[in-house]
Nanobody
Framework: QVWLVESGGGLVQAGGSLRLSCTASGTIFRINTMGWYRQAPGKQRELVAAITSGGSRNYADSVKGRFTISRDNAKNMVYLQMNNLKAEDTAVYYC??????????WGQGTLVTVSA
């Protein structure tokens, strides 16, 4: 069993920064891709950023140049540094990991609210 715990969400003014963290716990032998998704009210969940076990990163076009994803393999943690936040970044952010066997796990979500 694997579970994820996110932290770091909150209320911030436009132009501000937040750092999200996610810790994966449980029976984990290997984590392939770690990522962050978000879901705004009335919208579908979308990929924000992902990082492979080898360190390759990809970002949604809307966050390129503002967000940075990183991971600590020794601690089974993934981070999302969010700078120059905009009102349209307001959403619930979810941590996601993909493990061998085409399995994945999701966190419970952390709310990020950006005030204009």
């Amino acid at each position: 069993q694997v579970w994820l715990v996110e932290s770091g969400g909150g209320l911030v003014q436009a132009g501000g920064s937040l750092r999200l963290s996610c810790t994966a716990s449980g029976t984990i032998f290997r984590i392939n891709t770690m990522g962050w998704y978000r879901q705004a009210p009335g919208k579908q969940r979308e990929l924000v950023a992902a990082i492979t076990s080898g360190g390759s990163r990809n970002y949604a076009d809307s966050v390129k140049g503002r967000f940075t994803i990183s991971r600590d393999n020794a601690k089974n943690m993934v981070y999302l540094q969010m700078n120059n936040l905009k009102a349209e970044d307001t959403a619930v952010y979810y941590c996601n990991i993909k493990i061998p066997g085409s399995l994945e796990a999701w966190g419970q979500g952390t709310l990020v609210t950006v005030s204009a």
